[in-house]
């Protein structure tokens, strides 16, 4: 089974360079790469030439245009059976392809997802936020795709047969991010194509490097969330409201606080569990367990005001008539 490697890029150099380094490492190469430099003033093409030696790569560079254009112009230039999107901030273990071979060759799978981890080198800052987009005590698990009915795929680990993607049409061409993957995975599995979570398939994912562009990245999802159930009402669950009413009982509990400090006890109850299980899944790491719960308030608050945002603003990218896919 051939593949290929779908790497959009901008402005990411360094990081390029150890998701090569990790592709590299693959114990089984069936896969060639194609980066496309999404319009970069700090491009990447010294370094993916670094590596042209070694890895069957092609590199495209090309006006800004965003990610879903980006991928979708990636996969105009691919010729594999099945094309797997990677994020550049990934970094991939040495048995991806090999795991993931074995388990496409034992079912007849149209489009995959894998799981994302935080990688023993990330930043103690890295960790944590990784550790709040899968804890149970903010996502329920339900992220990981281990608790929902239908798993859709997101573009930072995310393969698809070819034909399945040409019978698709690719990523949504709007103006909308994040969250173009999102409806990308709903279109799939609307039109009849089976997806299924590879549990083992697994990457490891950077993400945002700052509190500021994490909080940034949530209020993003958050404020898409809402929009892409509007325009696929069947796909909205009850607990997407969750983030939005955690916001307003959070503020709740500080305003009456005032007059009471005992309404800050199930702040204080809640913040030591996000401790307690941060502390033990990172082998008693203190700084990443407290970190841990800034970040995990951080993607609640920053989910929920997104989520709530989008309620008054409206039709922002002028989808709820027309949809996605013209």
């Given at each position: ?115 994302d981890a935080a990688h023993e080198s990330f930043s103690n800052l890295q960790k944590a936020i990784s550790h709040s987009m899968t804890s149970f ?122 007059f009471c400090q005992l309404f800050l006890l199930p702040i204080a109850i809640y913040s030591l569990l996000i401790f307690s299980e941060a502390l033990i899944t990172n082998k008693f790491n203190f700084k990443v367990a407290f970190l841990s ?34």
């Amino acid at each position: 089974m051939k593949f290929t490697i779908i790497i959009p890029v901008y402005n990411r150099p360094d990081e390029i360079v150890e998701l090569l380094e990790s592709l590299k490492n693959q114990t089984l190469k069936n896969f060639n790469i194609v980066i496309i430099e999404d319009g970069s003033k700090l491009d990447c093409k010294k370094e993916v030439e670094k590596y042209s030696h070694v890895l069957d790569i092609k590199y495209f560079y090309k006006e800004n245009t965003g990610p879903a254009k980006t991928r979708n112009y990636g996969a105009e230039k691919s010729s594999g059976e099945y094309f797997i999107f990677f994020d550049s901030d990934c970094i991939i273990p040495p048995k991806y392809f090999e795991i993931t071979t074995k388990q496409l060759e034992k079912e007849n799978i149209d489009a995959y997802g894998g799981p994302d981890a935080a990688h023993e080198s990330f930043s103690n800052l890295q960790k944590a936020i990784s550790h709040s987009m899968t804890s149970f005590f903010t996502t329920g698990k339900i992220r990981g795709g281990e608790k929902i009915d239908k798993f859709y795929p997101r573009s930072f680990n995310m393969g698809i047969k070819k034909s399945v993607w040409n019978k698709v049409g690719g990523f949504p061409i709007t103006s909308m991010f994040p969250g173009e993957d999102m409806v990308f995975s709903i279109e799939i599995i609307k039109q009849g194509f089976k997806t299924k979570l590879f549990k083992n398939s697994k990457v490891y994912h950077k993400r945002r490097n700052t509190v500021r562009t994490f909080f940034k990245q949530v209020a993003g999802f958050g404020r898409t969330r809402f929009i892409i159930s509007k325009v696929y009402p069947k796909t909205f669950k009850i607990f997407y409201l969750f983030p939005s009413i955690f916001t307003f009982g959070i503020l709740g509990l500080l305003i009456t606080s005032i007059f009471c400090q005992l309404f800050l006890l199930p702040i204080a109850i809640y913040s030591l569990l996000i401790f307690s299980e941060a502390l033990i899944t990172n082998k008693f790491n203190f700084k990443v367990a407290f970190l841990s719960v800034i970040t995990s308030f951080i993607q609640l608050i920053g989910y929920g005001t997104g989520f709530i945002s989008a309620i008054f603003k409206g039709d922002v990218y002028d989808v709820y008539q027309k949809g996605f896919y013209k």
